[in-house]
């Protein structure tokens, strides 16, 4: 049975959970997602929650190649009065924190309680994270990507697409094992530094990494790989999402990382009763 520690519970993943993204940023690439003012942040967590998110992953930083990379104190300085307020609000909630940086995740953990780290650099911008997370002894969410936001897109060359990934994932994973971190959860990177044809082949191909015996998680709400493909925007792509949501849950995804909860958990469910019979 997969599951994550949340201080000292076993959170069971027999049924995948569905993480709600609320971005207090002004330029993330789906405006949905902005939420800035006090009253936008309790509204957001509170749908997530009333929808049936089980986790609301809270970012500062956009990681879009055409926004600008802020400093730690930068991002802290976004972040903490939000974490502050969600914390006083909902108390019990399980919060995710979206960032590279080792004092941001030292700092969240802390002062506010937070649940779990979401690293889109898997440990590559700050080589201090892997330590500081293993001090922390909190969940860490291991993506791939290469270089930096502003960057990645220039680097989609690879020997071997799937086999590079999984050699990374297998690496870097043996570091944080070394360390002590037991709780690693499993992020291909959708988007992040790959193409459009190798976002499809990454999820045509996402059973093998199960080969980590490590949860799964995956966001692809509302990316490129689906607007691109189908000549949209954003804003119109909760369908293709949906689409994607479903691969992905047939796949063995355990976590599905979404900006639409009421939709993710609908998935989940249906699948899920699909899946009653496929024994």
Known sequence: ???????????????????GILNVTP????????????????SRCRQIIEEGGTIIDVGAQSTTPSSELLTAFEEAERLMPALKLIRSEFPDVIISVDTFYADVAKQAVEEFGVNIINDVSGGQIDERMFPVVADLNVPYILMHMRGVPQTMQTLTDYDDFIRDILYYFSERKAKLNLLGVNDVIIDPGFGFSKTLSQNYELMAYL????????????????????YKLLGSTPEDSLNGTTVLNSVALLSGADILRVHDVKEAVECVKIIGKIAEFDK
Do not use: A, C
């Open 1 to 19: 049975m997969k599951s994550i520690n949340i201080n000292g519970t076993l959170i069971d993943l027999s049924t995948p959970l569905v993480m």
């Open 27 to 42: 330029d993330s690439f789906f405006l949905g997602s902005r939420k800035q003012s006090e009253n936008d942040i309790i």
């Open 207 to 226: 059973k093998y990494f199960h080969i980590f015996e490590e949860p799964i998680l995956v966001g692809i709400s509302r990316k490129s790989m689906i």
